[in-house]
């Protein structure tokens, strides 16, 4: 008998098992693949790690600029996908020797939910286990959404999983979707040089996001060589003698875009099929299976957390939500708190984003303050060849509390702490602008958007903050 049994060990499940051990309990990870889920096996890491090679790629191919001259510059790829092999495999084993310190059981294969607190488990070869336990938590992640438009089963139709997996670097290749996973890889594989279109049904890239970065991003990637085509859908792929052709519809009018490759990055849905979720009387929907703050079930002692419950498919979320339920399973009473819940894309230069866009805290009626600081003019920035992007801060207009922050820029996602901890701990805009920065330093741009709001910014060109 189990006191916790986690199902999925991803970075919620990890945390999740980890923290329930920590706290006294006999523990049990069953993982139907491998250790680390998508974030480690197919996703954050593994695009981070390809992510890294292009922009050095870029950066040595732009190294004449800094006084560094180098001749018969060449690009592996193998080499650069057998590195992201190396560091995905680094992390895993990482992770297995921690829950193996913790002496956490671990078990692959599928878990079927019988009954609350029974669990069968399908390893390999077919062979089945029973496990009872007296909490459970349910941390199976999520997977590419799939479509069956005409064509989309074709060869070289692929999804963000299986483009992972491909060895060679296609020459060209059209993806649908610009959401967060959609512009990343139009960038990382436009600086390998692969010939990349990228396509959106709304009217924007990033939906969703501040105006400000999503304009600045677009010209940007546009710059970089992407074709972007917004307000478009695709109707249809056929075989072509080159490889693949795509019908696309923008604004009422049909075209065709000719392509090696075609990346279907418009989305993720829940795993909650075949979990046995329905005779363990478990409520879900199609956005997934429904928690209430303390990441519990309707079932009384089963928790689910990360993209499971569709609330915020971020790792780092997941993390956060497998500490809350362990905590709950092993008898406390805490709550998950979305107060302040940062955002990366970690594109070049990455975006981070936390709180209210401007549009919304507009839209919400809310009198703000709307601040902003040019990496342009930021002495690290310039010494770096980084000058692309800003910090974008929103105040409130009458108590001066910080509502959102949104960085377009170099190390974005490491200065979006700065916002977050500001929004989390309901902290005025003049705490951060009264707050010594070091220089020379990236943050300083932070520091410069804060000061923005009272006007008192130094390094910008003299203008009104907007209100």
């Known amino acids: ?62 190294c004449a600029d800094y006084g560094i001259i180098a001749e018969n510059l060449q690009l592996d790829y193998k080499k650069v996908f057998g590195r992201k092999g190396q560091v995905v495999a680094q992390l895993r084993t990482g992770m297995t020797q921690v829950l193996k310190s913790y002496e956490i059981d671990y078990i692959e294969g599928q878990a079927v939910l019988q009954q609350p607190g029974v669990i069968h488990i399908v390893a390999a070869g077919a062979e089945v286990k029973t496990i009872q336990t007296k909490k459970t938590i349910i941390a199976t992640g999520s997977e590419p959404l799939s479509f069956t438009f005409p064509g989309s089963q074709l060869p070289g139709v692929i999804n963000s999983d299986e483009l992972l997996n491909l060895e060679d670097k296609p020459d060209s290749m059209l993806v649908i979707g610009a959401g967060a996973v959609g512009v990343e890889f139009a960038a990382i594989y436009r600086s390998f040089g692969c010939d990349v279109t990228l396509v959106e049904m709304f009217p924007t890239i990033l939906p969703n996001m501040d105006s400000d970065i999503v304009k600045r991003m677009a010209l940007l990637l546009k710059k970089s060589g992407i074709k972007i085509l917004t307000n478009t859908k695709v109707n249809a792929i056929k075989e072509s003698a080159a490889g693949l052709e795509v019908i696309a519809e923008t604004n009422g009018e049909n075209q065709t875009v000719g392509v090696k490759s075609v990346l279907i990055a418009a989305g993720r849905r829940p795993v909650v099929e075949k979990m046995g979720l329905e005779q363990a009387g478990i409520a879900y929907n199609s956005k997934g299976i429904i928690v209430n703050e303390q990441m519990e079930t309707n079932v009384p002692g089963i928790y689910a957390i990360g993209d499971v419950t569709g609330q915020y498919m971020w790792a780092h979320v997941a993390s956060a939500e497998g500490i809350i339920a362990a905590e709950n399973a092993m008898g406390n009473q805490l709550k998950m708190n979305y107060t302040a819940v940062p955002g990366c894309i970690f594109t070049t230069p990455e975006i981070a984003t936390v709180g209210l866009t401007e549009e919304q805290a507009r839209t919400m009626g809310r009198p703000i303050v709307v601040s902003k600081s ?22 409130d207009a009458e108590t001066n509390l910080t509502l959102g922050m949104h960085i377009l820029g170099p190390h974005a996602s490491d200065m979006i702490m700065e916002g977050t901890i500001a929004i989390r701990n309901g902290m005025s805009t003049e705490m951060i602008a009264q707050t010594i920065h070091p220089h020379p330093t990236l943050t300083e741009t932070v520091h410069e958007a804060f000061n923005g709001v009272t006007g008192i910014n130094i390094n910008q060109l003299k203008m009104k903050a907007r209100k």
């Open 1 to 62: 008998m189990y006191d916790v049994a986690v199902i999925g060990g991803g970075p919620g499940g990890y945390y999740a098992a980890v923290r329930a051990k920590q706290l006294g309990a006999k523990v049990v990870v069953i993982e139907k693949d491998k250790i680390g889920g998508v974030c480690l096996n197919r996703g954050c890491i593994p695009t981070k790690t390809l992510l890294n090679s292009a922009q050095k790629w870029e950066q040595v191919r732009a």
């Open 374 to 395: 040019n990496f342009a003019s930021n002495g690290k920035a310039v010494s770096m060849g980084e000058t692309d992007g800003f910090v974008k801060v929103i105040a």
